[in-house]
């Protein structure tokens, strides 16, 4: 009997963005909006996976969920 092996990342954590605020409102939820974020590599300066907090990407999961993956981490200037 072969045993999983559970892994000990987390999911993303998805919060909800109201359609009217999403629209109206300058929401900060991406790496290019962040302080920490290196253009020219795309990635985090602190060590975090970019990938799915990237622009791109977070548009993509919003349009497809009315969600997106906020970074604790962000900072703004």
């Known amino acids: 009997m072969k045993q999983k092996i559970l892994s000990?990342?987390?999911s993303l954590i998805l919060?909800?963005?109201h359609p009217t605020d999403y629209l109206h409102l300058n929401v900060t939820?991406?790496?290019e909006q962040c302080s920490?974020?290196?253009p020219e590599?795309?990635?985090c300066t602190?060590?975090?996976q970019a990938h799915h907090h990237l622009m791109?990407?977070?548009?993509k999961l919003y349009e497809r969920t009315g969600r997106v993956a906020f970074c604790r981490?962000?900072?703004i200037d």
């Open 46 to 48: 602190i060590g975090y």
């Open 56 to 59: 791109n990407n977070q548009v």
């Open 29 to 31: 939820f991406a790496c």
């Open 15 to 17: 919060d909800p963005i």
């Open 8 to 10: 000990s990342r987390r």
């Open 36 to 38: 920490h974020f290196a």
């Open 73 to 75: 981490f962000l900072e």
């Open 41 to 43: 590599e795309k990635t």
